[in-house]
């Protein structure tokens, strides 16, 4: 654990969390740079972002020009909707996520971006977009257009906590000082960062038990970072092998034997190979054998989550992958090209198959793990494992593990209940508290009522013997 001593809040430990954490929520509410003070006014160009102080709006114009013009183009293209029901109001926050990317001429949106679509400033209860007066002071999250509104939503008291919560973190950063910003990676500067990564699971867990209330420092901030999105899903996965014992046995070995430098230099040009690979700037890559996983039933939000991270912790921990082949798999991967069956090239260092996974599994290489996230929080993609044989295609090979989490216990329960009509399915760890889960409370808006979970809260382990 030495060098969680000596962290320090250093330039190169900003820097890492600049690169690392990245996560950036849209408040409606409060001032975009500081997300603290009450916003006075909003940018006179978009209206859609807003700042407690011209001070702030200055601060932060380097980042909001990247995107200040989309905004004003999607808040003009919508500016007097309204909604008589859910399910309009539904088709409108896709519509505006699709206009934003025609804008920007790509297919996936920021995690910033795709709050702005999904998380409107409208009223919570009605969709409408006019005289929104009546905020709910605490968490700054929601607006109503009426008081009648504000106390008609019976269902923001179970979750205003958490989104206080989840904002108060976002304006942690600002409040200590670290002023990181919403930009690419800074290729020469990863050597630096990575060697602040905890260096495998043992120092990993010692950091995450360290269970946070509210932030007070670099090491709770870390922490609570490691908590959060994609953070946690390459930590779930990884102590998921490590639970079942695969880390130390097969191909996912450390390699103790290197010296902290070679380890350290090796790391180093592996991560920023992997990002340059994966964003197409270099042709060919020498890689040792690819540890291929599929992600099933995944959304796009899933796939816009930073996979780059994904990939630098996973060549991070397990030092002799150099290239996990991200597979992702999904009906509901809208705006996702797939690749070319016959010319499997790997164009930006993921794939995507808009598919059901029982559809495609047999024309896909055999995975080292398929990993099935979130399971059925509210998402109908998960209808499909409920038939026989999509269960089936989960579990096509031999002793390849199935990672499975979910936001509830009983809802994973029932997964893992459902599958021992299938005798030859064997449970590895049954249905347990994911310690690697996400902190940070998400606002499920595929369901009526807004609602929060902590996604991937539960976890089990199963496999075909
Ligand atoms: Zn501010
Ligand atoms: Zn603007
Ligand atoms: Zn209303
Ligand atoms: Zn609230």
Known sequence: MDWLMELDATEAVRYRLHLFIRSQQYYGNSCTRCFLSKPLKKCASCKVVSYCSRKHQVEDWKLHKLDCSALKNLSRRFSNVRHKSFESFSEYRDTLAMELKRFHKREMLTEYERSICELPWVCSVCYSKDSLNFECEKCKAVVYCSLEHKQDDEGHKAECQRLEFSRIFDSFPYENGFKWERTDFVFEKVPTHIQFLPKDMDEL?????????????????????IHNDFYSVSATILYALERIGLIDR???TRKPSMTEEERRDRLADRVVNNMLYSMGNIKTLKMEPAMII?????DEYEVTLNWITFVGLFTHWLLN????????????????DEPDFDALTIRSGYQCYKRAYKDIVNSLEKPDMVILLDYRNGKKDFDEFDDTSSRRALFKHKGVPLIVTASKQDQLEHFVNKQSDLSYVEVLADVHKNPFADSRPRRIWDEKCLSTCVKNDYIAILTRN
Do not use: N, T, W
């Not at 420092?217 to 922490?223: A, K, Q, T, Y």
């Not at 599929?294 to 995944?298: L, P, R, Y």
């Not at 996990?324 to 705006?335: E, R, S």
């Open 250 to 252: 097969r191909v996912f």
């Open 321 to 336: 992958i150099d290239y996990p082949k991200l597979i992702f798999i999904g009906p509901a991967l809208k705006y996702c």
């Open 294 to 298: 599929h992600f099933v039933a995944v």
């Open 205 to 225: 867990s010692c950091l995450i038990q360290k269970q946070i209330k509210s932030p007070k420092g670099i090491h709770e901030m870390i922490s609570y970072y």
